[in-house]
């Protein structure tokens, strides 16, 4: 922090901003439970890099998307899973797990997470805030 006068001047070191990088951060997997933590029909809530996720096992399938939901920010990954649809506790927003598409409203949605299970242990990789829905690209 640098200050010339009235103006004050934050100036961050390379490594720290390379290390916030979503071209490095995101493109890792990372672990975040074990599958004995979520059976199946059920979802929980898990941090992965800072972020909020909300992990749900659908008939042995498993989906991630982002954990806050965009209304107030509930913890989406406590909500009741009902199917492929993800409630939200606080106000019953909700959410498909596998699009990440709320319900009523087709434009809005939550990112999607890819992930993986070797061994019981679950891991996701973290999508750079776009939706299944859209191309990457």
Known sequence: LQSSGRRLTVTRRPEALLA???AVAMSEW???ATADECPPGTSIERVANERMIALANVDGRWHAI???CPHQG???GTGVLCGTVLTCPWHGWQFDVVTGRHTISATMRQPVHEVR???GRIFVRLAGG???AEPAG
């Open 66 to 68: 982002d954990g806050l």
């Open 20 to 22: 916030r990088s979503p």
């Open 130 to 132: 776009r939706t299944a």
């Open 117 to 119: 299970e070797e061994r």
């Open 74 to 76: 509930g913890p989406l």
């Open 30 to 32: 990372i672990e975040i």
